[in-house]
């Protein structure tokens, strides 16, 4: 499994429409082949800050997600949202379990 975490600083006049392009992407890569979870939060001590975690079955399919239209269509529209660069990180995991 892949694990991809994105962290997105949001600029404060913009956070509605940035959140909302977050959602339509967030929904749109959920239905994707090959994803496992693809979940969009906000930070509770850094409001404007987006998370993105995304969980993948396996290579393959992140990169189908990014080069997916709807992938490509929010990076080109979050760009004038953004307050920073985002940081992206990937974790390569052999299983999952709940512990609770």
Known sequence: M???HAEMPIAPDSR???LDLARELAEESRAEAGVIDYRVTTDIEATNTVRV???YEDTDAVESHMSSDHF???QASIAAHLAGEPTLYQYEVDS???VM
Do not use: G, L
């Open 2 to 4: 892949i694990v991809m």
């Open 16 to 18: 509605e429409e940035a």
């Open 53 to 55: 975690i995304e969980q």
């Open 72 to 74: 490509e269509s929010f």
């Open 96 to 98: 999952k379990t709940q």
